[in-house]
C-alpha cells in the first residue's frame, strides 16, 4: 500500500463520520483543522503543488476554503407564531 492512502477501516470511520454530523460539518472542520487534506479532497491538489502556485491561483483556492462555512443553527418562531400565556 502507498504511504498516504487511506485504509477501509480509516474510510468507513471518516463515512460514518460524515453520516453522523454531516457533510457540511466535516468539510468546515477539515478545512479548519487539517489544511493539506482540505487542498488534497477539496481543491484536489497536491499541497506542494498548491504551495508553488503563483498568488493568484492560491487566493482562488484560499477563497474556496474559506467559503466553507460552518454550519449555523436556525431557530425560527414557531408555527403558530408567539403566544402570550402558554394558549
Do not use: N
Not at 477501516?9 to 468546515?28: E, K, M, Q, R
Not at 477539496?42 to 493568484?56: F, I, K, R
Amino acid at each position: 500500500m502507498k504511504s498516504g492512502t487511506a485504509t477501509a477501516p480509516g474510510l468507513l470511520a471518516l463515512t460514518g463520520f460524515v453520516a453522523w454530523v454531516g457533510a457540511d460539518v466535516s468539510l468546515w472542520l477539515l478545512a479548519r483543522f487539517a489544511p493539506d487534506t482540505a487542498c488534497r479532497l477539496v481543491l484536489a491538489t497536491p499541497p506542494s503543488m498548491y504551495d508553488a502556485a503563483d498568488a493568484g491561483k492560491r487566493a482562488r483556492g484560499d477563497a474556496l476554503l474559506e467559503s466553507i462555512r460552518a454550519p449555523t443553527l436556525c431557530i425560527g418562531a414557531p408555527a403558530g407564531g408567539v403566544q402570550r400565556g402558554g394558549r
